[in-house]
């Protein structure tokens, strides 16, 4: 399902106008960004408990110089996967439920509880697990880092589930939606990336 295109939606930013692109060419999805950001979202929802095992393969043409996981002008990468966590109202405490109704009311839906997501980062990281410079609820983790293997395949086999439980010391929310970004609003440049497949597994 994750390789038909079909199956994905876009995924557009407040206050960002500028639309990065994608194309499928020799059953390779090609992502181009050129100071922009948006992304594709997968349609359906799945659990992540069942599928707790993300693979992947992608590769760059390049990576970003201004690009820096730990600053908010240098928060771009030019792939990443990331995995949104859906708010449970069930599960919630009240200021939480305060909170996520207000945005419910604003945005028609519930934002994501927290999220994960996989990076491409642009330079080596000390760490593998970085707090967005952007909120606390979205961690960033390191997949892949600098130029030394740009223009070539690398492939990935992520627990997506005990990433998480290091990153937020907690047991996520159950159902999980996945998107796919190629970013560069804050570093105004360009990247052009590649992904040849994605899928999720049982242990």
């Known amino acids: 399902d994750f390789n038909t295109l079909e199956n994905w939606k876009a995924l557009h930013f407040e206050k960002i106008k500028e639309y990065s692109t994608y194309e499928v060419k020799d059953s390779v999805l090609i992502a181009t960004s050129n100071a922009s950001a948006s992304g594709l979202q997968f349609k359906k929802t799945y659990d992540i408990y069942q599928y707790p ?24 990468y030019p792939i990443r996967i990331y995995i949104m966590f859906q708010y449970n109202p069930k599960k919630a405490s009240f200021f939480d439920s305060v909170k996520y109704e207000l945005a419910k009311s604003f945005y028609g839906e519930y934002p994501p509880h927290s ?86 597994l049982s242990e």
Do not use: C
Request: proline share 3%; charged share 30%; aromatic share 10%.
């Open 53 to 76: 095992i993300l693979r992947f393969r992608w590769k760059v043409d390049n990576i970003y110089k201004k690009g820096n996981a730990t600053k908010k002008d240098g928060d771009d």
């Open 115 to 200: 999220a994960i997501n996989y990076i491409w980062a642009n330079k080596k990281q000390s760490q593998r697990i970085i707090t967005s410079a952007y909120t606390d609820k979205s961690k960033m983790i390191v997949t892949d880092s600098g130029p030394l293997h740009v223009k070539q395949w690398e492939e990935h086999s992520v627990n997506v589930l005990e990433d998480y439980k290091k990153a937020f010391g907690e047991n996520p929310p159950q159902n999980v939606s996945l998107a796919i970004m190629t970013d560069s609003d804050n570093t105004k440049e360009s990247a052009t990336s590649y992904i040849d497949f994605i899928e999720v």
